[in-house]
């Protein structure tokens, strides 16, 4: 059952994706057009691979995560061309499967998978980054709807989106973790403004998001009213997961073979600390693959990963701080500068490695949650945890 | 091929953590420390009589339980995390050796004893900065002689047997010496790891006997046996210091709160978590290559060693630390990790010799 799927899928990859050649590894979807992405989603949908462990009833293909980890094995090669539908299906999807009411799931699940409907997640906020309970958005209830004003950062594919899953602040008088939801907010509604942040690559994966006075219906909120931060504990446990199990494909400008062959190009195996290096990357690397298969194979036998997907997350920040390093390595003088698309592509990733143990919770996050969740150790001593939101100083403003 | 144990390989580890617990907790490796003893012949008895260990990679129609390399690996683990002191890994290599010979006389005559605990034999298996021995036939006799110095070998004065690779006109050829031959001198040597017995061997026209068929192959699947092994001691070991620094965290008290509540400590232990868990899938893809992949089976081993050897050592090194000054004492079993570690990321090729046999197989 599980070879006859794979079967089907490496026939299906094989006669409709294309394969990877060598891109910059910083976050930007690739060149395909929305247009294009949609159409690739909704074939994918039509072939049976999107939503392989969603339960049938919401578009899924309710099979298992055996499937789920023979599709991943079987898609590494391939540039899937449907990157803006990655964050929406991986964390508000997987979190609306679990929490959400039977009409939200009816309404917005078959439509994400069928390449319909592109999602976002809106949690950080400037002054709300790694402590994001912290978060100063408001929705306010007035009548049958809530009214929304705040603002909202580092949000990948805003601009592309059509909903987005948001965490907001209901009441300001609770501790904070305790006066959070979470809503289902439509980015083409009045009062969403949407402005692209550049990063250090020079480049605008994601962006800033406006709420002044946003709109939405009641049946919009996902889970309980102040209950948002354990929906939020779903969804950022779906994030570390999606982003640990992510990996780096065989041809990213940073993986294994692209750079042994560099370095072979640039004469640099002879050299025994580079060769060493580049064995150690091939190590490490394929630990990384091996411990997603793990995690997953645990899963499908009933253990659940719980907390050590941050284990995977924060393995994969240090791989690509790694890999970078062995670029720098490997290309000595010839990083300072070039005039070469290819040189061009790994100096991209060079500069993008850092942003990956910041993004989607820093390492440092990670290593408190390892700590306390997996190993047990005693929490932060959260100095913060009982006192009422509108008394606590956030970010880098006195909130009163 | 799933990387998680099967109900079986299960059993087995609990069987051998069990035994560990039951008959070679840490205290008797200090008993060892105290009274000079390389193991404890008991234990021994047991472990191959009882538990078959020594036969695990060992076919049926030579005496051993032909459960192959991820049982090996298991049950490895589990005797990693008590320090067991043995003679297995010796065992487990020169029975490797034999079993790659075309000697099929050999095969007969050593591996059922080999599985059954009867006899210890060991392969003189050391760098190059270790020694070399060179084999000279002087066309007297069946055999040959070997002439040289190797160290350090496992168990080398404790082996009844000992297969020892040599330089011969014809290139390397592995050769069967007695452990009562003429000219045969073991020096047992000061292991920084209390749970290992090594010697210096040295050759003065000792008589031999040549092993027959491919050395070279039969040495390198020995390596490989050797990364897998050794790989799984460590990840053993590491996880017994995971855990026992979590647990000091959670009940040393500080500043007036446990000490696992600083992220100086909690950050630490978090990345000895890391390290751990990738080092593990790593080692159940190479305990799995091993029988199912054999193609496979001597990256992935190299793999799982270079990743492991490095990461216990500082683990072990991070134990000693975050205990404070009571990890550093003899008393504490802090430094009994320390120096496995130490000796566990060296012996049979450290680091730096297995980044480039690596390198070599990725065609780098």
Known sequence: MNDDFRARARAWLAANAPRRDSGGDDGESGQATLADQKAFQAKLYDAGFAGITWPKEYGGQGLTGIEQIAWSQESRDYDLPNGAFFIGISMPGNTLVELGTEEQKKRYLPKMLRGEEIWCQLFSEPGAGSDVASLQTSAVRDGDSWVLNGQKVWTSGAQFSDFGAILARTDPTKPKHSGISMFIVNMHAPGVTVRPLKVATGHSPFNEVFFDNVRIPADALVGEENKGWDAAVVMLRHERIAIGMMGSSRTSPLGFESLRDLAAGLGRTSDQGVRRDLAELYARGRAMQLFATLLREETQAGRLPGARGSVAKLAGSELGRFAGSVAADVLGDQLAAFDSDEMYAVTTSIIAAPGSAIAGGTSEIQRNIIGERVLGLAKDPGVDRATPFNQLRVGTQRQN | ?364
Not at chain 2, 89 to 100: F, G, M, Q, T
Not at chain 2, 136 to 163: C, E, H, K, Q, R
Not at chain 2, 221 to 242: F, I, P, Q, R, T
Not at chain 2, 302 to 328: E, K, M, N, P
């Open chain 2, 1 to 364: 091929m799933a990387l998680i144990l099967t109900d079986e390989e299960q059993a087995l580890a609990e069987s051998v953590r069990k035994f560990v617990a039951d008959r070679s907790p840490l205290t008797s490796l200090r008993h060892l420390i105290s009274s000079g003893e390389p193991y404890d012949a008991d234990v021994w008895k047991q472990m191959t009589a009882q538990l078959g260990l020594a036969g695990l990679t060992i076919p049926e129609e030579y005496g051993g339980v032909g459960a192959g390399t991820s049982a090996l690996s298991v049950a490895e683990t589990e005797l990693g995390a008590g320090l067991v002191a043995s003679p297995l890994l010796a065992c487990v290599l020169a029975a490797e050796v034999l079993v790659r010979s075309s000697d099929d006389a050999a095969k007969v005559e050593f591996l059922p004893r080999i599985a059954g605990g009867e006899v210890i034999a060991t392969l003189a298996l050391a760098s190059r900065a270790g020694g070399h021995v060179t084999a000279t036939d002087d066309g007297a006799g069946p055999g040959v002689t070997l002439t040289g110095s190797i160290s350090p070998v496992l168990n080398g004065t404790d082996a009844s047997v000992l297969l020892v690779p040599a330089d011969t006109a014809d290139g390397i050829g592995i050769f069967i010496v007695d452990g009562s031959a003429a000219g045969l001198t073991r020096t047992r040597l000061t292991a920084v790891d209390h749970s290992r017995s090594l010697a210096r061997i040295q050759l003065s026209g000792t008589p031999a006997r040549a092993l027959a068929g491919d050395a070279v192959a039969a040495l390198a699947a020995a390596s490989d046996v050797a990364n897998l092994a050794l790989a799984s001691e460590s990840a053993g070991a590491m996880k017994a210091c995971l855990d026992m620094t979590s647990e000091y965290a959670r009940i040393r008290v500080a500043f007036g709160q446990p000490i696992g509540a600083f992220q100086a400590v909690k950050h630490r232990l978090a990345d000895m978590e890391k390290s751990w868990e990738l080092g593990y899938a790593a080692l159940r893809d190479a305990a799995r290559a091993g029988d199912a992949d054999p193609g496979r089976f001597s990256v992935a081993a190299s793999v799982a060693r270079v990743l492991l050897a490095g990461a216990y050592a500082d683990a072990a090194v991070d134990t000693v630390q975050l205990h404070g000054g009571i990890g550093f004492t003899w008393e504490h079993d802090a430094h009994l990790y320390y120096k496995n570690g130490l000796s566990n990321k060296v012996l049979l090729g450290g680091p730096g010799d297995q980044l480039d046999r690596l390198a070599d197989s990725l065609g780098i």
